[in-house]
T-cell receptor, first 112, second 114 residues
Framework: GESVGLHLPTLSVQEGDNSIINCAYS??????FIWYKQESGKGPQFIID?????DKRQGQRVTVLLNKTVKHLSLQIAATQPGDSAVYFC???????????FGPGTRLSVLP | NAGVTQTPKFQVLKTGQSMTLQCAQD?????MYWYRQDPGMGLRLIYY???????DKGEVPNGYNVSRLNKREFSLRLESAAPSQTSVYFC?????????????FGPGTRLTVT
């Protein structure tokens, strides 16, 4: 089946630096993508989404970039803070129904 | 406004036992979902309900049944639990999705099958 994966299982960044979390997807028909943040012991929390007719979308301190040519998605977090420490997931909608496919996640650790 | 609530929070079952996980949302969302999350992994969709009265299979539906009782409630049933169903189960809800499928998740049910 189709899958959405992440390049790195862990990422450590200094507080105040920018973070970039990557995601690859395999289905060229995917037309919607979401980034989630999951803190320990909690359910995932929506961060930002993007449709395939867009290349970039910005939120508060976050930017999602979509490169359809290489089927790559990234989440950029500006001025990373200790509260950003969590596991980040990308999810992909396969273009029909509401059958979301999640990647395995990247753990972001913010160093003081 | 409680968002998405799930009961129970923890459950231990013996192989072959049955149970129902309950989920309710108070945001008037049309769509509801059940996911499972195994240790160190992403979420996998079990079933979803795009609207009251409809349910559809996700990636891993085998061994589970669901009921969309009304717009607020979406339950997940394990008829004969197996150790492979040990996992954390998350329920989520979202609006219809015409613009966004922003999903709101519950706190999860931690299920152990021995």
């Amino acid at each position: 089946g189709e899958s959405v994966g992440l390049h790195l299982p862990t990422l450590s960044v200094q507080e105040g630096d920018n973070s970039i979390i990557n995601c690859a997807y395999s289905n060229s028909a995917s037309d919607y993508f979401i980034w989630y943040k999951q803190e320990s012991g909690k359910g995932p929390q929506f961060i930002i989404d993007i449709r395939s007719n867009m290349d970039k979308r910005q939120g508060q301190r976050v930017t999602v970039l979509l490169n359809k040519t290489v089927k790559h998605l990234s989440l950029q977090i500006a001025a990373t803070q200790p509260g950003d420490s969590a596991v980040y997931f990308c999810a992909d909608l396969l273009g029909y129904g509401q059958n979301f496919v999640f990647g395995p996640g990247t753990r972001l650790s913010v160093l003081p | 406004n409680a968002g998405v609530t799930q009961t129970p929070k923890f459950q231990v079952l013996k192989t072959g036992q049955s149970m129902t996980l309950q989920c309710a949302q108070d945001m008037n969302h049309n769509s509801m979902y059940w996911y499972r999350q195994d240790p160190g992994m992403g979420l996998r969709l079990i079933y979803y309900s795009a609207s009251e009265g409809t349910t559809d299979k996700g990636e891993v539906p085998n061994g589970y049944n669901v009921s969309r009782l009304n717009k607020r409630e979406f339950s997940l049933r394990l008829e004969s639990a197996a150790p492979s169903q040990t996992s954390v189960y998350f329920c989520a809800s979202s609006r219809s999705g015409a613009i966004s499928y922003e999903q709101y998740f519950g706190p999860g049910t931690r299920l152990t099958v021995t």
